[in-house]
């Protein structure tokens, strides 16, 4: 399995990146999968229905699962951030690539998503872990640099890139334990 971060201030671009990394990943055979650090609370559930219910009443896990999708809720009983590799090891074996969205202060190998007209600073200089940079302004880097630029806007680009590099991106699952 292969891993690669996307990190980035929000608004950046990169939900929109690794939404159109997905099919093109999957045009070339391979399976994906998504981590993606989410802020504060978030549901995935509707109020009402039967996992919600389940989770309101007390369960430690709900799995749903039907013939085409399974979906775990875990809640924590006190604050816990699980780390992008405890998170990595609930995923499915088989998997090609795993893009993890978000995460931006991980040990992961990762690719900045940087735009200009946002106004937020580059994290390229002081994060060693960052490999790339995925950008629709290359001139306008705040610091030069050698890193790999990646055309925000060019997804198949990016993805020959990723493949090309692959071995880069090996994940190891045992140096993070």
């Known amino acids: 399995m292969k891993v690669v971060g996307f990190a980035g201030f929000s608004g950046s671009g990169k939900t929109t990146l690794v939404e159109r990394l997905i099919p093109a990943l999957r045009l070339k055979g391979l399976r994906v999968s998504v981590v993606k650090h989410a802020h504060h609370r978030f549901d995935i559930d509707q109020e009402g229905k039967d996992t919600f219910r389940h989770r309101e009443a007390g369960a430690f896990e709900v799995v749903v699962a039907s013939d085409r999708r399974l979906a775990l809720m875990r809640e924590f009983e006190v604050p816990k951030r699980p780390t992008v590799h405890q998170l990595i090891a609930e995923l499915y074996e088989g998997v090609d690539w795993v893009l993890v969205e978000g995460f931006k202060d991980s040990d992961l190998l990762k690719i900045e998503?940087?735009?200009?007209?946002?106004?937020?600073?580059?994290?390229?200089?002081?994060?060693?872990?960052?490999?790339?940079?995925?950008?629709?302004?290359?001139?306008?880097?705040?610091?030069?640099?050698?890193?790999?630029?990646?055309?925000?806007?060019?997804?198949d680009a990016v993805v020959d890139w990723l493949l090309s590099q692959g071995a880069r991106f090996d994940y190891n699952s045992e140096s993070y334990q």
């Open 113 to 155: 998503v940087w735009r200009a007209q946002s106004g937020k600073p580059a994290r390229y200089a002081d994060d060693h872990f960052i490999t790339a940079i995925a950008t629709d302004s290359p001139g306008q880097l705040p610091i030069p640099t050698g890193l790999q630029l990646l055309d925000l806007n060019a997804p």
